[in-house]
């Protein structure tokens, strides 16, 4: 494969050019152009077809959202979106992962020089990881049947009555434990709108910053039957329910007085990451071991791998989802070449599996 040709798209002229020198000092990638607007880069595209894209998500003429429906429709193509660290930017830049971009990167911040080494790391890896992702391979005829009928109400909601309202006495046996990365926001919510009430707690370590907990987490809330919510250092751990790492925090699993609760820490980050996948597992692991169930789904990377790789040798059964379904199979990918992975499914049966195997827990039989 020759250079990776990337087109920028953003109203800035200094982002445009400090994109432009960041990306170009690869020598795998190549910049063919950079748009002020999506109305010049829909014609730059057809000129240049481009490998990958970086779009940012507000734009004078038409705004990003807009212009990445239009593309994932007509020619779907890689993007990586440029997000401002709001709560506006985390919705949007929810929106646009649900609409098939593959991943997204903060807008540098052009006042701290300093950083911007570590933002070219960054963003050049991001670019090369989206020039072989799938574009759209995550339940994009739901996503499309969901714009068809934007006026109406979303056919994966789940209204406050259909929520699970399970006693806090009630023994929790199996836990579920989860790690994502890259493609991961749609991926969980695919999961998540299978499992019923009634299942046992799921924790999940996904890549966030911390800016976009709160509204992922409300993302995934509405798709579930069960409760999701980020949880507080100490919170005792109930069936029904779905935890969400805080970004920028590591989750863990304890266990205290015989009942197993979560810890939050801001220990430095492990795989780059934090909150990383492996401490999630790591503690799962030495607290729970074989009544856990472990699942990595689509990512960037490694991290997990290792962790789940110690789930396994503790007893745990643990599932990766497959390289066809994944946007990148890079973390479920290291895991199962490390020989750790019991099953190895695609995105839709993963919560069959999950549910299949507490059954065999609960009667003894897993």
Not at 42 to 58: A, C, G
Not at 194 to 220: C, D, G, M, R, W
Request: net charge negative; hydrophobic share 45%.
């Amino acid at each position: 494969m020759g250079k990776i040709r990337v087109l920028i798209i953003d109203d800035s002229a200094l982002i445009r050019k400090i994109l432009t020198e960041l990306l170009s000092s690869s020598p795998d990638i190549e910049v063919v152009g950079a748009a002020e607007d999506p109305l010049v880069a829909r014609d730059m595209i057809k000129q240049l077809n481009p490998d990958v894209l970086t779009l940012d998500i507000e734009m004078p003429h038409m705004d990003g959202i807009t212009f990445l429906r239009n593309l994932m429709r007509l020619r779907p193509t890689p993007v990586v979106m440029i997000s401002t660290l709001t709560e506006h930017g985390a919705e949007a830049t929810l929106e646009a992962l649900s609409l098939g971009a593959v991943d997204f990167i903060a807008k540098p911040k052009v006042d701290v020089v300093n950083t911007l080494n570590d933002y070219a790391d960054d963003i050049i890896s991001k670019v090369k990881m989206a020039a072989r992702a799938k574009v759209g391979s995550i339940n994009q005829r739901e996503i499309r049947q969901k714009n068809q009928i934007a006026t109406e109400p979303s056919v994966t909601t789940v209204s406050p009555v259909q929520k699970g309202h399970l006693s806090r006495d009630a023994v929790v046996n199996t836990i579920v434990v989860l790690g994502a990365s890259t493609g991961g926001t749609e991926a969980i919510k695919v999961v998540a709108k299978h499992l019923p009430a009634n299942s046992p707690p799921v924790l999940i370590t996904q890549h966030l910053p911390a800016a976009f907990s709160e509204s992922f987490v409300k993302h995934i809330d509405l798709v579930t039957a069960m409760s999701a919510s980020i949880p507080v250092h100490g919170q005792v751990v109930e069936n029904g329910h779905i935890y969400l790492a805080p970004g920028d925090r590591h989750m863990e699993l304890a266990k205290e007085n015989g009942r197993y609760v979560i810890h939050l820490n801001d220990a430095p980050p492990v795989n780059r990451h934090r909150p990383a996948v492996d401490v999630l597992f790591h503690s799962a692991s030495t607290n729970i071991g074989a009544n856990a169930i472990c699942v990595l789904l689509t990512g960037m990377g490694a991290d997990g791998a290792l962790g789940m790789k110690e789930m396994h040798e503790s007893g745990a059964k643990t599932i990766v989802q497959d390289e066809h379904s994944s946007v990148v199979w890079g973390m479920p990918g290291a895991a199962y070449k490390l020989g750790c992975a019991d099953y190895v499914e695609p995105l839709e049966e993963v919560a069959t599996r999950i549910l299949s195997l507490v059954k065999l827990h609960s009667t003894g039989r897993a």
